[in-house]
């Protein structure tokens, strides 16, 4: 079984540009989370969808987004790139919601620099 | 955890020997609290979980205690390993907020031949 699989994995950017990351969840796996890791502020929750629905979201500005498929594949966009959007951004797969044992897999992730 | 940033808290560990790993968790209302181990260059893996109507649990050389009066919960590895080194993150979720978790800063194991 695939795990979670995410792309690009790592990926250079200019100031003020955009980005968009893909995450393909575990097969059957309907809700997708997004998370941000960096040095300073640690592991930081973004948002989760279930069901193409925004679920949850976290502390970040409007220039973070996303959105999910009927497949449940999951994009994530930033705009106007910042130095500090430089992180490792994380997709998390899990059959539901946090219903159950809430058990998230969760990818290798993205690598974004921001120069 | 209550470390953030570039300076993790390191525990250093002679193989063989059994590890503690510490964490103290922010919010009352959390029901749910997972460990996770990350490897350098991967993404976090699930070691085990707890909910908040139990006080221990035991894994596959693992254990984990929560102290829900004094917000503290502890990871337990026996006979470590030097697979074992790699950041370990705690983390707390509050019932019906979904998969949100709260990560703890983390903290990093090394383990000494």
């Known amino acids: 079984k695939a795990g979670v699989t995410q792309t690009p994995r790592y990926l250079i950017k200019t100031r003020g540009q955009q980005v968009t990351l893909s995450c393909s969840p575990i097969?059957?796996?309907?809700?997708v989370s997004w998370y941000q890791q960096t040095p300073g502020q640690g592991l930081q929750f973004l948002f989760e969808?279930?069901?193409?629905?925004?679920?949850n979201k976290g502390n970040f500005p409007g220039r973070f987004s996303g959105r999910q498929f009927s497949n449940s594949r999951s994009e994530m966009n930033v705009s106007t790139l910042e130095l500090g959007d430089s992180a490792l951004y994380l997709c998390a797969s899990s059959l539901s919601p946090g219903t159950g044992t809430g058990e998230l897999f969760f990818g290798e992730g993205s690598r974004l620099t921001v120069l | 955890g209550e470390s953030v940033g570039l300076h993790l808290p390191t525990l250093s560990v002679q193989e063989g020997d059994n590890s503690i790993i510490n964490c103290a968790y922010s919010n009352s209302a959390s029901d749910y609290f997972i460990w996770y181990k990350q490897e350098s260059g991967k993404g976090p893996q699930f070691i085990i979980d707890?909910?908040?109507?139990?006080d221990k649990r035991q894994g596959q050389r693992v254990t984990v205690l929560l102290n829900k009066t004094v917000k503290h919960l502890s990871l337990q590895i026996a006979a470590t390993q030097p697979g074992d080194s790699a950041v370990y993150f705690c983390a707390e979720r509050v019932k019906a907020a979904g998969n949100k978790l709260t990560f703890g800063g983390g903290t990093r194991v090394l383990v000494k031949p």
């Open positions: 097969s059957g796996h309907r809700s």
């Open positions: 969808y279930f069901s193409e629905t925004q679920r």
């Open positions: 707890i909910r908040s109507n139990m």
